[in-house]
């Protein structure tokens, strides 16, 4: 997964034609750790897709203006809007993240 750093990045990230998802995280989350521990295997199911992960106390910006509130949390965008947001509080299982991934991609 290739961080995203500045908020430049992250606006020219989702202006693609194709869909990305982007996972917002912090370093001190233990629920981020907890999901870093299973998601390998689902980066790999959908490797067609571009996964950038941002944190969220270095790009706060990027994290306000999609009411991140909860971390981990999974947006997928295209074409600069953000189309479904798996919200922290659903984001603490492999089979709840594919759910997400299978109705939203």
């Known amino acids: 997964m290739e961080a995203i750093r500045q908020y ?3 606006s020219k990230k ?3 034609d194709d869909k990305i998802v982007i996972k917002f995280f912090a370093d001190w ?3 981020c750790t907890r999901m870093n521990m299973f998601i390998d295997p689902i980066l790999e199911e959908y490797s067609h897709i571009d996964w950038y992960e941002l944190n969220r106390d270095e790009v706060p910006e990027a994290a306000d203006e999609n009411d991140v509130m909860g971390i981990p949390s999974l947006l997928v965008f ?3 809007e953000k189309l479904a947001h798996l919200h922290s509080a659903d984001a603490k299982s492999p089979e709840s993240v594919k759910d997400f991934l299978q109705k939203s991609i």
Do not use: A, H, S, T
């Open 8 to 10: 430049d990045d992250y």
């Open 29 to 31: 989350c233990p629920d």
């Open 14 to 16: 989702i202006q693609g």
């Open 78 to 80: 295209q074409n600069g």
